[in-house]
């Protein structure tokens, strides 16, 4: 088998992570913020040790500041309805998924904001031009992705967020493809919350993820989007506005948490960026393989960087071969992958195939996939 | 006589109880009763009653807020 499929979830899993996700339910398995005892105290312990390493990792001092959600996508709802009020414009560009797109627009509908979209296939000096004539008196934020799900495009964002410091508006990072792979530094970059799920570039399982607020973001404005018990101020009908407890009502995932604690010490030992070197190396191995096969488009040949390519055929539906390739077992996706405006922004006709690598693939499978591909369309 | 110093929640606990410890100052996370906290459910570190003086100044120097001093 063959897995490009990896901005979907990266597969497999480093054997630590497995292993520590087993150890927490054999040996440590309380509920975190809930009790006294010793089983609850050092799940805990284990989850603080997570945070720390979290907000080590992106660049903020306080670990309390980073909210465990169940996926990025719950994350940016975290982020995106906390930070809304009414009146408020926000920015969004037009690579977004639907996590950030269905919960602007939603927010838009229900409660009266308004949101425009920016460009982002531009260059990076004509994208930033265009959001600063987009900009009003009342945007409250730009919300946008780092590094596209269907494209090799890495959008600035140490220069998206020296904009937002300037102009005083929030800025909220969708990290689903860059937290792990792609450098970013929370207080270096201008963020004001960046959202990412565990089970992507960082290598934790399923059901992982966060928010990570910067050191000096004002809580007392944010509200929660989520109400239950969390342990503390229980005789109060307010969640408060303290992170992380506030924000994470329920029972965290301690399981997945640890797990992705895990997978974020593979991370570091292999180092990040040797990780986006590999990858990146995987991918323009690939471009240059693919751009000798008869029918096949790349979308954004140009782009020199990147861990994923996105291909159209000619005669042929994306699904189509898709369905061929899952048959020789190599996994892929094809479709719109939750990111309509981006599949519209490349004009790709609403239907495309992935190709996206991880830490686990090698130039061989590279070879092999061209190979089968070229059977298959 | 040990007195409990209640904090916000666990996670500031856990953090509370780090910093603390890097000061050479040893305490306990415990789980008041809610009788003793008037917001309801709570976390705190309890330690010794002298060493609360060095408790406030080392989680103010550090940012931790925290809440009262109730009898352990």
């Known amino acids: 088998m063959i897995y490009f499929d990896n901005a979907a979830t990266t597969f497999p899993k480093p054997t630590g992570v497995m292993r520590e996700m087993m150890r927490c339910m054999t040996e440590y398995g309380g509920n975190p913020g809930r009790s006294g005892h010793r089983l609850s105290m050092a799940a805990a312990e284990a989850v603080f040790h997570v945070r720390e390493s979290l907000a080590d990792f992106f660049g903020i001092k306080k670990a309390e500041n980073i909210v465990f959600t169940q996926n990025c996508t719950a994350a940016l709802n975290l982020a995106i309805r906390g930070i809304a009020k009414r009146g408020d414009h926000f920015l969004i560009s037009d690579l977004e998924h639907n996590s950030v797109l269905r919960t602007v627009a939603g927010l838009c509908r229900e409660q009266g904001m308004t949101y425009d979209i920016f460009h982002a296939l531009e260059n990076d000096e004509m994208m930033l031009a265009e959001i600063e004539k987009k900009c009003r008196p009342y945007t409250r934020a730009i919300i946008a992705t780092h590094a596209s799900n269907i494209c090799p495009r890495i959008l600035p964002i140490a220069k998206i967020g020296a904009f937002c410091r300037r102009k005083k508006l929030l800025y909220i990072v969708d990290a689903a493809q860059s937290a792990g792979l792609y450098d970013i530094n929370i207080m270096r970059d201008g963020i004001s919350i960046l959202c990412a799920p565990g089970h992507k570039a960082l290598y934790g399982p399923q059901g992982s993820g966060f928010a990570a607020f910067a050191d000096d973001f004002d809580f007392s404005r944010f509200t929660p989007s989520l109400f239950g018990g969390n342990g503390k101020n229980s005789a109060e009908l307010t969640m408060g506005n303290e992170p992380p407890d506030s924000f994470e009502a329920g029972t965290v995932a301690t399981p997945a948490i640890v797990g992705l604690g895990e997978g974020l010490r593979f991370v570091r030992i292999r180092r990040r960026e040797r990780l986006e070197e590999y990858e990146n190396k995987l991918y323009l191995l690939a471009k240059k393989r693919l751009e000798t096969i008869p029918h096949v488009r790349l979308y954004l040949p140009e782009a020199e960087k990147g861990s994923l390519l996105l291909l159209g055929f000619d005669g042929i539906a994306p699904s189509k071969v898709a369905e061929r390739l899952a048959e020789q077992g190599i996994c892929v996706r094809a479709g719109l992958h939750c990111a309509p405006l981006a599949h519209t922004a490349l004009g790709t006709g609403g239907d495309a195939l992935r190709i996206s690598f991880s830490a686990m693939n090698n130039p061989a499978e590279i070879e092999t996939f061209a190979h089968v591909l070229q059977n298959a369309i | ?72």
């Open chain 2, 1 to 72: 006589m040990e007195k409990i110093l209640t904090m916000t929640s666990q996670t500031l606990a856990i953090k509370a109880k780090r910093v603390l410890e890097q000061k050479g100052i040893s305490v306990r996370i415990v789980r008041p009763s809610p009788k003793l906290t008037p917001r309801g459910c709570s976390f705190g570190l309890q330690a010794d009653e002298r060493l609360f003086s060095y408790i406030l100044y080392y989680l103010k120097e550090e940012g931790i807020p925290f809440g009262e001093i109730i009898n352990g």
